[in-house]
């Protein structure tokens, strides 16, 4: 099989949904461009599928979480996954 996942976007939600609250940097250590990445969670956000929170004096450090709409998405995409890699 050739499947290589539902898309940039599915993949950012489903790094989310795995990894929890992170920190900008982790999508790039998961191999995701930033601005790639930070694109499609500001669409999600707009959504009402994922938040950030900035910390820090100069507000230097980013944290991107999923909602709870986001969470109840993340998991469908989790499932279609599984069902798509295992039949």
Excluded: C, H, P, Q
């Excluded at 499947?3 to 999508?27: C, H, K, T």
């Excluded at 998961?30 to 959504?47: T, V």
């Excluded at 944290?63 to 986001?70: A, F, I, N, R």
């Amino acid at each position: 099989m050739d499947y290589r996942g539902l898309g940039f976007d599915a993949e950012i939600l489903l790094f989310l949904y795995r990894n929890g609250r992170v920190v900008r940097r982790a999508f790039k250590e998961g191999g995701f461009s930033y601005d790639g990445a930070k694109k499609a969670l500001e669409r999600f956000e707009d959504a009402g599928l994922t938040r950030y929170e900035a910390v820090g004096d100069y507000r230097d450090t980013v944290y991107w979480s999923l909602t709870e709409k986001g969470e109840k998405a993340a998991e469908m995409l989790a499932a279609l996954d599984e069902f798509i890699r295992t039949g």
